[in-house]
């Protein structure tokens, strides 16, 4: 499984928790899968969630997840916190 996070580039991919878009900019988290059989690598879909609704559901740990790096020292230091809660130890 691959995870994604990053700032959404558009207003329009809807949380896969709750239903509700994703505004523009806001945090989220994409979870990768194929899409179908065949060629793995040639066909992934990614479902998104708001940051908040994936980490209420999923135990992930900063390793897993592309595009930490490219958060916000802010956003690292609250992902940092979600993960605590969800993995208390984890020991990070
Ligand atoms: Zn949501």
């Known amino acids: 499984m691959i995870y994604v996070i990053e700032y959404a580039i558009s207003g329009r991919a809807k949380c896969a ?3 509700d878009v994703i505004e523009k900019d806001s945090l989220r988290i994409g979870k990768r899968f194929p899409s179908g059989f065949g ?11 708001h ?10 740990r900063t390793s897993d997840l592309e595009g930490y790096d490219l958060l916000t020292r802010a956003d690292q230091k609250w992902v940092l916190v979600q993960l ?3 993995l208390p130890h984890a020991g990070i």
Do not use: P
């Open 39 to 49: 060629d793995y690598s040639a066909n992934l879909t990614t479902k998104w969630y």
């Open 84 to 86: 605590r809660k969800t």
């Open 51 to 60: 940051a908040n609704h994936f980490f209420d559901h999923f135990s992930v």
């Open 17 to 19: 928790w709750c239903g």
